[in-house]
């Protein structure tokens, strides 16, 4: 089953929710297979939203450093 594409532009208020639900039949379904293959529901939630986190987090990483370093700059010039 493919996902199904955006049918609404960027920003638009209801984008999030319309992503959600095309993506949540495939979610429950890797949710179905790690519990059935042996792992606890709690233990595959909590992974599904690390690895999310993770995830997004590894994405945006040079946004994140170039903040970082800004902060840096700041905090000196204002140390001296």
Do not use: Y
């Not at 993506?23 to 909590?46: S, T």
């Not at 590894?58 to 001296?80: C, G, P, W, Y």
């Amino acid at each position: 089953m493919a996902i199904e594409r955006p049918r609404k532009p960027s920003g638009h208020k209801d984008r999030l929710s319309d992503c959600q639900r095309a993506i949540e039949d495939k979610l429950l379904e890797l949710f179905g297979e790690a519990v059935a293959a042996g792992w606890g529901e709690d233990e595959v939630f909590a992974a599904i939203v690390a690895v999310a986190d993770t995830t997004q987090l590894a994405m945006h990483r040079d946004q994140f450093l170039s903040i970082e370093t800004e902060l840096r700059r700041v905090m000196t010039k204002r140390n001296t």
